[in-house]
Each structure stands twice: as C-alpha cells, then as structure tokens.
C-alpha cells in the first residue's frame, strides 16, 4: 500500500515563474492538505481539498492555487514566485476528519 | 489569535525520560496531534488526542488537558534515534485547519 507520494522531489525555479507540485494521496483517503515549511519552522498550512473543492485556505496570497482531481490527487500551483518562496511544500491525506499522513515532501529553491 | 507554543531545543540522554510540552490558543477545538520530524524528511504521526487525559503507546505517551490548553509528549527509554523535530497541532474548531507549533528538537546524547 504506497503511502502519500509527492513530485517532484526538488524543484529550482526563478523568481517570477510559475510551478505546479503534485500529491498523490495515500489509498483509500480522500482529503488533501497542503503546508508549506520553512527552515526551522513548524508546516504552515496553505488549504485543504475534499471533493475537488477548497475547503479552507490559510493565510496565503492568491498566487497560491490548487486543484483536487477526481482520484483525489492534487496539485499546488504558484504562481509568480519570490525568493520567499523557496521551502518544503507538505502534501497530507486523511480520510475525512482522521489523522493526516505526509508526504517526503517538494523541496522549491527560488533563485 | 492561533498560538501554539513549544520549547525549541532539548537535550536528554539515552535510557532517559523526556517530556516535551506544548500550549495552545486556538479558535475552537478539534483534536491535538504530535509528529515526529527527522531532518531533510516529512512529519511522521506519532499521537493523537481529543478527550482529556493519557494516550500510551509504547515507549511514547501523550497527555491532553483541554481546559488548561496544554499538552506533553512523553518518551522513555530514549534511544539516539529519537533525536529529531517534534511538531504538536492542533486541528481548529472548523475541523478541516490543522495548526502547527514550530517544533521542539530534541538531542539525544549518548
């Protein structure tokens, strides 16, 4: 049973551009959630996906976008990208109101 | 405003007890969780509690005391693989927000 999966794995982007990361979740889940981490710092949530609809959104600007397909994976799109920017992107699936597994992880450098 | 907070370092020893406390003001109440996060890897899921009191599992424990806002994560027998990040969450009261401390390293030490 594979677990959360994320790609890429590292990702160098420069300022200004556009990038997609993908999750798919673990079998059977049917929510995504995705943080960003900093280094050093705790995830910071982005938004949350449940039947291809965003359920909540976190304090992020609309640059950050996403989409939950119909096989409940999903990306995360940003657009614009600043140097702040660069970090872990987290993806985690739960089956509705359970625990959350993650992913490895996206590791973005912006240059 | 949405607060967890965490101690950011702790060092203990092998064979040891550690207890790593976690303290929380958050809009609503939804459950508190805590990870575990080795350098350069995602979050592993360690504990989750909703009602108050001891969870055990293991060599890991965790305590919740919703009116106080207060958590502890417990590990015995501490071995050196044990040196990692530890994240406590907190969903919100929405139920879908999960918010995260900005974690507590623990060193273990021979």
């Known amino acids: 049973d594979a677990g959360v999966t994320q790609s890429p794995t590292h990702l160098i982007k420069t300022r200004g551009q556009q990038v997609t990361l993908r999750c798919s979740p673990k079998?059977?889940?049917?929510?995504v959630s995705w943080y960003q981490q900093a280094l050093g710092q705790g995830p910071q949530f982005i938004f949350q996906?449940?039947?291809?609809?965003?359920?909540q959104r976190g304090n992020f600007p609309d640059r950050f976008s996403g989409h939950q397909f119909p096989n409940y994976s999903s990306e995360l799109n940003v657009n614009a990208l600043l140097l702040g920017d660069s970090a872990l992107y987290l993806c985690?699936?739960?089956?509705?109101?359970?625990?959350?597994?993650f992913g490895q992880g996206t590791r973005l450098t912006v240059v | 405003g949405q607060n967890i907070d965490q101690p950011t370092e702790m060092t203990a020893t092998e064979g040891a007890i550690v207890q790593i406390n976690c303290t929380y003001q958050?809009?609503?109440?939804?459950?508190l969780f805590w990870y575990q996060q080795h350098a350069g890897e995602a979050p592993t899921f360690l504990s989750y509690?909703?009602?108050?009191g001891l969870e055990e599992k293991g060599r890991f424990s965790s305590f919740l005391s919703r009116s106080k806002g207060y958590s502890y994560l417990l590990l015995k027998e501490l071995q050196m693989k044990d040196s990692a990040s530890y994240l406590c969450?907190?969903?919100?009261?929405?139920?879908?927000?999960?918010?995260f401390g900005a974690g507590t390293r623990l060193f273990v030490k021979a």
């Open positions: 969450a907190v969903r919100d009261g929405g139920g879908f927000k999960t918010i």
């Open positions: 509690n909703v009602l108050d």
């Open positions: 958050t809009s609503g109440f939804n459950g």
């Open positions: 996906y449940y039947e291809e609809e965003e359920r």
């Open positions: 079998s059977g889940h049917d929510t």
């Open positions: 985690a699936s739960s089956l509705r109101g359970s625990v959350a597994f």
